[in-house]
């Protein structure tokens, strides 16, 4: 099927910056939109920062400024660089892509994760 492979994360202190990619591998015959959540304990799963295909942008108001997502569409790949780094930017942070699989002639459009990386910020 399809996977989604993080990288990056780690521990990082206040101000500070961290970046993370996401390639997505598989049975893709083309990817939507890509984007990157985050789910802090106790707290529910948040978008991030979505990017379209065509390159537009969208950010959480909490880290508009401060995040820049990115796009290799060749090679199905997404980015997050973070600047700016906050304590309440600890979260773990996952990976999503709309992927459309081809079957039977069919294209038929799925929501793919990531597994997640872990982003902590030290005050």
């Known amino acids: 099927q399809v996977q989604l492979v993080e990288s990056g994360g780690g521990l990082v202190q206040f101000g500070g910056s961290l970046g993370l990619s996401c390639a997505a591998s598989?049975?893709?015959?083309?990817?939507?939109?890509m984007g990157w959540y985050r789910q802090a304990p106790g707290k529910q799963r948040e978008l991030v920062a979505v990017i379209t295909t065509g390159g537009r942008a969208n950010y959480a108001d909490s880290v508009q400024g401060r995040f820049t997502i990115s796009s290799d569409n060749a090679k199905n790949t997404v980015y997050l660089q973070m600047n700016s780094l906050k304590p309440e930017d600890t979260a773990a942070y996952y990976c999503y892509a709309d992927v459309y699989i081809l079957t039977g002639g069919i294209r038929r459009r799925y929501g793919y994760w990531g597994q997640g990386t872990q982003v902590t910020v030290s005050s």
């Open positions: 598989g049975s893709i015959f083309s990817i939507d939109d």
